[in-house]
Nanobody
Framework: QVQLVESGGGLVQAGGSLRLSCAASGLTFSTYARGWFRQAPGKEREFVAAINWSGKSTSYADSVKGRFTISRDNTKNTVYLQMNSLKPEDTAVYYC??????????????WGQGTQVTVSS
């Protein structure tokens, strides 16, 4: 059974940092791209960052460029999202998503359950 489990969310003050993790099981995720999305209350889920299977190609939403960094450890089947200089508008539930593709195209076949990030002003 495919399972994605996010962790690392919490409450942080503006300007602070958090590192999210998404551990995968049930498939050989090392061959698949990985992505992070977020959904704030009353808003649609939006793309945050993505990384290809090897980790050599990444992409970011304009709103997080220069502040967030996506990385992966294929030996642990885990993808990370380092979030620095957090702002109140970063408050959302963060989800990891996995497509059955090696390079990111925006498609997601598997979703995690989400982890809450709250940034106080």
């Amino acid at each position: 059974q495919v399972q994605l489990v996010e962790s690392g969310g919490g409450l942080v003050q503006a300007g602070g940092s958090l590192r999210l993790s998404c551990a995968a099981s049930g498939l050989t995720f090392s061959t698949y791209a990985r992505g992070w999305f977020r959904q704030a209350p009353g808003k649609e889920r939006e793309f945050v960052a993505a990384i290809n299977w090897s980790g050599k190609s990444t992409s970011y939403a304009d709103s997080v460029k220069g502040r967030f960094t996506i990385s992966r450890d294929n030996t642990k089947n885990t993808v990370y999202l380092q979030m620095n200089s957090l702002k109140p508008e970063d408050t959302a539930v963060y989800y990891c998503g996995v497509p059955r593709e090696s390079n990111w195209s925006g498609r997601v076949d598997y979703w995690g359950q989400g982890t809450q990030v709250t940034v106080s002003s």
